[in-house]
């Protein structure tokens, strides 16, 4: 099991970038498939992006691709969201989740550790 806890949410405007962070305890970490979620007020959540493993495999929802890089570092233990040309239905909630399980990683039930979230408000 790991421990999630993202950071590096916060208030931004139209077309500025965060980067959030997610950092994992334990030392299993490389063996989880890595994604991130989000959920604006009233809807229900929905994937951002994943990424294997090692790293080699990234996907991305047709909305952030092109504009969100999801990138991991496993001696590190972390997780990374970096988020350009930010639009105002980007405001969300964020999440990020791990999984052991292998496939289907833009769905959110696969995913069975999650953290707390971190809120990103862009404003237009």
């Known amino acids: 099991q790991v421990h999630l806890v993202e950071s590096g949410g916060g208030l931004v405007q139209a077309g500025g970038s965060l980067r959030l962070s997610c950092a994992a305890s334990?030392?299993?970490?490389?063996?989880?498939?890595m994604g991130w979620f989000r959920q604006a007020p009233g809807k229900e959540r929905e994937f951002v992006a994943a990424?294997?493993?090692?790293?080699?495999?990234?996907y991305y929802a047709d909305s952030v691709k092109g504009r969100f890089a999801i990138s991991r570092d496993n001696a590190k233990n972390t997780v990374y969201l970096q988020m350009n040309s930010l639009k105002s239905e980007d405001t969300a909630v964020y999440y990020c989740?791990?999984?052991?399980?292998?496939?289907?990683?833009?769905?959110?039930?696969?995913?069975?550790?999650w953290g707390q979230g971190t809120q990103v408000t862009v404003s237009s």
């Open positions: 989740a791990g999984t052991l399980r292998a496939g289907l990683w833009m769905v959110d039930r696969e995913y069975t550790n």
């Open positions: 990424i294997s493993w090692s790293g080699g495999s990234t």
């Open positions: 334990g030392r299993t970490f490389s063996n989880y498939a």
